[in-house]
């Protein structure tokens, strides 16, 4: 199955807070990551976050990291339009060739 | 600084063509790597390098060949296209002391019919 696994879709209201979250199934990793894609552009990293850390905020962004359930999440507060994109989450393995596994993403619309 | 520029944006070939996507980067970057990302699904890894001269096989390099003959350019090859090499695909760069790709190209949308 995949190793990193999110949820499809996200609709939430301008000015509300989302949720966005992810699975992954190697507890080996040590860095996880979450980028937001834009229509028609490349991947930009929003955060990351490393793997004995069980949280960390920059500036309306949150991740929570649970690394018993291996669940992590991205809290975006007071949303705003402009935050509408599909947003990965990235895993990176400490062993074999290090390179980032990514979930399907997870695409969030934002009603104004 | 221009940071990781990818050539052509749009491309579409014939099976059995061949042609090569380019990436640069401006940044001196020891590791550059190749994804491709597909409809609904997250991007995989075709081939990476870590640094000019050593290249190595991701999770999908089937039907792909690189090479980096120098630290700015990772060009990669299809060297005849297949319906199923359909995908857009983004180059990455990070300085080998991270483990972060901070920096992506803007992709390459390529249709092989």
């Known amino acids: 199955g995949e190793d990193v696994e999110q949820s499809l879709f996200l609709s939430v209201r301008e000015g509300d807070s989302s949720v966005i979250n992810c699975t992954y199934t190697d507890s080996s990793s040590t860095y996880l990551y979450w980028y937001k894609q834009e229509p028609g552009a490349g991947l930009q990293l929003l955060t990351y976050i490393f793997s004995n850390m069980d949280m960390k905020q920059d500036q309306r962004l949150t991740v929570l990291l649970n690394k018993k359930d291996k669940h992590l999440s991205l809290r975006i507060a007071d949303t705003q339009t402009g935050d509408s994109a599909i947003y990965f989450c990235?895993?990176?393995?400490?062993?074999?060739?290090?390179?980032?596994?990514f979930g399907s993403g997870t695409r969030l619309q934002v009603q104004p | 600084n221009a940071g990781v520029t990818q050539t052509p944006k749009f491309q579409v070939l014939k099976t059995g063509q061949s042609m090569t996507l380019q990436c640069a980067q401006d940044m001196n970057h020891e590791y550059m790597s190749w994804y491709r990302q597909d409809p609904g699904m997250g991007l995989r890894l075709i081939h990476y390098s870590v640094g000019a001269g050593i290249t190595d096989q991701g999770e999908v390099p089937n039907g792909y060949n690189v090479s980096r003959s120098t630290t700015e350019d990772f060009p990669l090859r299809l060297l005849s296209a297949a319906p199923s090499q359909t995908s857009v695909y983004f180059c990455?760069?990070?300085?080998?002391?991270?483990?972060?790709?901070?920096?992506f190209g803007q992709g390459t949308r390529l249709t092989v019919v």
């Open positions: 990235a895993e990176r393995k400490d062993t074999g060739r290090r390179a980032l596994t």
């Open positions: 990455a760069s990070r300085p080998s002391t991270t483990y972060t790709e901070a920096f």
